[in-house]
């Protein structure tokens, strides 16, 4: 071994001891030990991991259910995950079955079961089944079988017959999200509906995502957010304004860079004053929080529940977060202890 890996484990090996010193299991299973290079979010009671330069998948209790034979992998959505083998990539299931060759070039979007799938310039839609439908320069995962497509420069919507419903107009249509799918026309932001409707006209210099009944949008140089009609719920005041989760969104007040980030309710009320680096999406009751160069855990008040040791850290989903302590990351449970790495 090298002098640098040397170090490098001995670093993680200190790194642990600190974590474990300062939080209690709450978990009896022994913690699964990977030396995990990447960690992904868990999704349908699995995550994407990386080990040995190989990704495969475990389960929130560490055991591993995919073995470590992929080049690259991405989250589950509706039992199908997209992997690569070397250049190419495809669709498993939750077992790790093929649901399709492995053989296009890049996967742009996986929601519900369906994707899309792309060969070198053109890209079609698959089934939960594997099966094919459409054929254009890029495409989304369906709503109510309207699919956004691009042809040529433009973006429409066709069905699953390959009849143009609407018209390519767009600059871009973005994945739907609560139906809803935000569209750029003529440099502002507007969204359809799954029937195709301009339902909130573009208005807006940039949209993100519905979630929970509420989308962040931005009107000059600050965000505020519209609900599903797009009536304005929460007046632009913030610099960024992110997604609302379980009645929390972290917003961020003063400049990129030198504000500070809070949490902010439905009602656009700072819940958490901002006084944090940055902040990431609540979930299951705690939001990942930098101060200082680390991340912790802070819960509804604000308070510190996880200490802030980590390097890096993500949001809690099944129970689990990915983090990272010096070269590799794991997994801690809602009290902080180290389940898997």
Aim: hydrophobic share 40%; net charge positive.
């Amino acid at each position: 071994m090298t002098r640098s890996l040397i170090a490098a484990l001995g670093a993680w090996v200190v790194l642990l001891g600190s974590v474990w010193a300062q939080t209690e299991r709450a978990d009896s299973l022994p913690a699964s030990r990977w030396y995990l290079q990447e960690a992904l979010p868990y999704r349908e009671g699995l995550a994407a991991v990386k080990a040995h330069d190989k990704w495969g998948f475990v389960d929130t209790t560490g055991r591993l259910r995919i073995d470590f034979r992929f080049d690259e992998a991405r989250s589950f959505s509706g039992g199908r995950a997209a992997v690569r083998i070397k250049r190419y990539w495809g669709l498993i299931d939750t077992l790790g079955e093929r649901r399709t060759a492995v053989r296009f070039h890049r996967v742009t979007d996986v929601q519900r079961g369906w994707a899309a799938l792309c060969y070198a310039d053109t890209c079609v839609l698959a089934d939960t089944a594997g099966k094919l439908y459409l054929r254009y320069a890029d495409l989304r995962a369906p709503c109510d079988e309207l699919v956004p497509v691009q042809k040529g420069s433009r973006w429409g919507l066709a069905d699953l017959q390959d009849s143009l419903r609407v018209a390519p107009r767009y600059e871009v249509v973005m994945s739907y999200a609560e139906g809803r799918a935000a569209f750029l026309n003529r440099g502002l932001w507007g969204y359809l509906d799954c029937r195709g409707q301009e339902l909130i006209p573009a208005r807006f210099e940039d949209a993100g995502p519905f979630a929970e009944g509420f989308a962040p949008v931005r009107s000059g140089k600050l965000w505020g957010y519209i609900d599903r009609a797009g009536k304005p719920r929460i007046r632009p005041r913030f610099t960024f304004a992110g997604p609302f989760s379980e009645g929390l969104a972290a917003a961020l007040e003063g400049g990129w860079g030198k504000g500070r980030w809070g949490l902010i309710d439905t009602t656009g009320a700072w819940v958490v004053e901002p006084r944090f680096t940055y902040l990431a999406q609540y979930a299951e009751g705690l939001a990942p929080a930098e101060e200082g160069g680390r991340w912790g855990y802070i819960d509804r008040q604000g308070r510190w529940a996880i200490a802030p040791h980590f390097e890096a850290a993500q949001p809690f989903s099944y129970g689990r977060a990915a983090v990272k302590l010096g070269p590799y990351w794991g997994y801690i449970d809602r009290r902080g202890g180290l389940v898997i790495y």
